[in-house]
């Protein structure tokens, strides 16, 4: 079984992945990624799927995958956000996962995409294992 890399070296990949790419895609994962950060400081980078960036809190919000024409933004439970901005664009058939195919001259919504990274965060956040609370010690009396 593979390890997961670790959060610190993710990010330098991430880094690595946006300095490598050096043209319009590029700057677009950058752009994604620091409103992604500012939508939920919280965020937490990872890179899976041999080379895959992928933004998780309370498990996977969206992934950021760089083709030769398109800047892919994929979020894993996307059929389950309201989208009143219409960003998703792609993979629009299925009953989990929606993206959004970002081309070279696209502007990105920034207000649209944060709304739906928050949205997609509450929904991670609402559907993981509540923690067990303890009895307080505190006695009614």
């Avoid at 690595?16 to 994962?29: C, F, M, V, Y």
């Avoid at 030769?68 to 059929?79: D, L, P």
Wanted: charged letters at 30%; a positive charge; proline letters at 4%.
């Amino acid at each position: 079984m593979k390890k997961p890399v670790p959060v610190e070296s993710a990010s330098a990949l991430i880094d690595e992945r946006i300095k490598e790419l050096g043209d319009w895609r590029g700057e677009t994962l950058a752009k994604a990624r620091k409103v992604i950060h500012e939508a939920d400081p919280e965020i937490v980078e990872e890179w899976k799927w041999m080379g895959t960036p992928i933004w998780s809190h309370s498990g996977i919000v969206c992934t950021g995958e760089t083709y030769k024409n398109i800047v892919k933004m994929t979020f894993a439970k996307g059929a389950a956000l309201k989208d009143p901005s219409g960003l998703f664009n792609s993979s629009l058939g299925g009953n989990v996962r929606r993206a959004i195919d970002i081309h070279e001259g696209d502007k990105i919504d920034e207000a649209a995409l944060k709304d739906l990274i928050r949205a997609a965060v509450a929904l991670n956040l609402s559907k993981s294992k509540p923690t067990l609370r303890r009895e307080s010690s505190k006695r009614a009396g």
